[in-house]
């Protein structure tokens, strides 16, 4: 017979005996063990792949004008947020010229 490392219960010939990190543990306390495993390895993960939130930004301009962009982009940015794509059109107005439609999508990490 063994006992078990946490709660020093015995182990009898019949129960299973489960190794955790070179140490022999009851059923019961090997569960609480894996389940702190799993949270800690939760928190490791969450450090490395930290929670995203994300905006989207439409901007209108008529072709050149790329001022008006980039002051969108530039105050966005002092918000934190980092742009990570661009999607444009073009829309051809023979009137004012050729306008640009640009969607922009923005990430930034949630604070904990």
């Not at 930290?50 to 966005?76: F, H, M, N, R, S």
């Amino acid at each position: 017979m063994v006992n078990c490392t946490k709660c020093n219960e015995k182990i009898t010939f019949l129960e299973k005996k489960l190794n955790h990190k070179e140490k022999v543990y009851c059923e019961s306390c090997h569960e609480q063990l894996l389940k702190e495993d799993n949270k800690e390895h939760l928190k490791k993960v969450m450090k490395i792949n930290p929670k995203w939130e994300y905006c989207t930004k439409k901007v209108l301009t008529v072709y050149g004008d790329a001022i008006k962009i980039d002051k969108e982009v530039q105050k966005l940015g002092e918000e934190g947020w980092e742009l990570v794509h661009v999607a444009t059109m073009t829309n051809p107005n023979f009137i004012t010229g050729q306008m640009i439609n640009a969607l922009m999508f923005f990430k930034r990490k949630i604070a904990e």
